[in-house]
């Protein structure tokens, strides 16, 4: 698949998948994680990979659109709004038949009802380390970085990737040691 197909089919997938639609992606909601591949059908383009090679497009493609969500944040609702994208089902990988891990679109619009005691800290995991060696590899590195949850830096769950000095995350960021 050649660079512009790739790109063609990832638009008409946040398409499909209406992350395009930031009004309701961003409406008013409890904590909420949006994939951005509902079903594996979707990728099927994406075959010939491999599916850590499909986490890595998948990854990329998310980040690149999570740059278009933030922006897309009403002002006056900064303050209490946290968007990322978490990347999930690392589990998957291991499997018989690898899947790819898999980017969702983390949206908090009520920060001070849904977060509580949820911070970030930056990461140093296997798995956080790869993710940002794919955001190195595709030219984002300096405009993302990549976080734990603190509650779950043992555990390398799941993995955020954040815009750098974003204001709507900035308050959940543990500070550097």
């Known amino acids: ?57 998948l990854a990329i493609w998310a980040a690149r659109h999570l740059i278009e969500v933030v922006a897309h944040v009403e002002p006056r609702r900064r303050s209490n709004t946290a968007v990322m994208v978490s990347i999930t089902r690392w589990e998957d990988l291991d499997d018989l038949v690898p899947e790819p891990a898999l980017p969702n679109f983390w949206i908090c619009t009520d920060k001070k009802r849904d977060l509580g005691a949820f911070r970030l800290t930056a990461g140093h995991s296997a798995r956080a380390q790869l993710v940002m060696e794919w955001l190195r590899d595709g030219g984002m590195d300096k405009k993302l970085a990549v976080y734990e949850s603190l509650a779950q830096a043992q555990k390398a769950g799941r993995i955020y990737i954040a815009l750098r000095g974003d204001s709507t995350i900035g308050d959940l960021v543990e500070p550097y040691d």
């Open 1 to 57: 698949m050649s660079p512009g197909e790739l790109e063609a089919h990832m638009r008409a997938l946040i398409h499909r998948e209406k992350l395009d639609d930031f009004d309701r992606l961003l409406a008013p909601r409890e904590l909420d994680e949006v994939p951005l591949v509902s079903r594996y059908k979707h990728i099927d383009s994406l075959a010939s990979l491999s599916a850590i090679q499909k986490s890595n497009v």
